[in-house]
C-alpha cells in the first residue's frame, strides 16, 4: 500500500470501530505467521494468506458477519425490556442522557415523563399475572403510536418513561395529554377479558438538571398525581394537573 501497510490501517481503523461495530479481515501474501499475528494483535478479526480460493474468502466472510450479527442480536436484548420489547431501565438512561445533553445544546424543547398505571395490583390480583401482562404489552404499543420516534422504556413493573422532543411545551403537555386520555377510554384485550386502566404521569420540562435529577422531579410529579386521585399529569415544579 503506498501511504500505509495493512497492518497500521488496521489500527487506525480500530481507532474508530469497535470489534461490535465493524470486522476487519486481514489479507497478505507474506509467508511468515508473525505477520498474521501481528494483524490480529492490531485489530483484525481475521487473517487470508494469498492466494486463497473464493471458496473459502466466502466462508470467512461470511462467518464474520455472523458473529456481528450475533453480537447484535446480544447487544438488543440486553438493552431491550422482554417482555414490551421496548428500552429498558440501563438503555433508557444512556440513551436519554445523550439526547437531553443534545437538545440542551441545540436549545430544543423536550419533556422527560415518568408513568404508572394505575391500580395495577388490582389487575393482577383480579384477573391474573399472565392479563397483567398483557395489559403492559398493550400499554407499550400505544405508547409507540403516541410518540413515534421518542424515546420509551419500561423501567420496571408497571413503570414507564418517555422522553420526547421537537414541539414546544403546550404541544409536549398535549401529546401526553392525548395518549393519557386514549388509555383511559380504551378497552385493553388481555386474553379472553378486556380491562380498563388508567395511568398517571409526572412530568419535566426543559430542565437544566442532570438525568438523574430530572427523573427525581419526575417521579415526585407522578406521586403528587397519585395523591390527587390518580388519572392526570403533574408537571415537576408546579401543581398544575
Known sequence: MPEMDGITLTNEIRKKYSREQLAVIGISGAASGIHS????????DDFLRKPFCPEEFYCRITQNIESLNNIAQI??????????????????FRNASQRISEYTKRKVSYCLAVLDIDYFKKVNDQYGHDAGDQVLKVLA????????????????????AVLIHGLDSDQLY???????????????????????????????FDSTENLSKQMNEADNALYLAKDHGRNQIVISGSEEH
Do not use: W
Open 141 to 160: 404499543l400505544y405508547m409507540r403510536k403516541h410518540f413515534g420516534v421518542g424515546l420509551t422504556a419500561r423501567l420496571g413493573g408497571e413503570e414507564f
Open 174 to 204: 398535549n401529546k401526553l395529554d392525548d395518549f393519557r386520555r386514549e388509555i383511559g377510554v380504551s378497552a385493553l384485550p388481555a386474553g379472553d377479558t378486556q380491562i380498563s386502566i388508567t395511568i398517571s404521569i409526572g412530568a419535566v
Open 75 to 92: 447487544q438488543l436484548a440486553a438493552n431491550t425490556d422482554y417482555l414490551t420489547e421496548l428500552s429498558n431501565r440501563r438503555a433508557f
Open 37 to 44: 499475528a501481528r494483524f490480529i494483535k492490531n485489530g483484525a
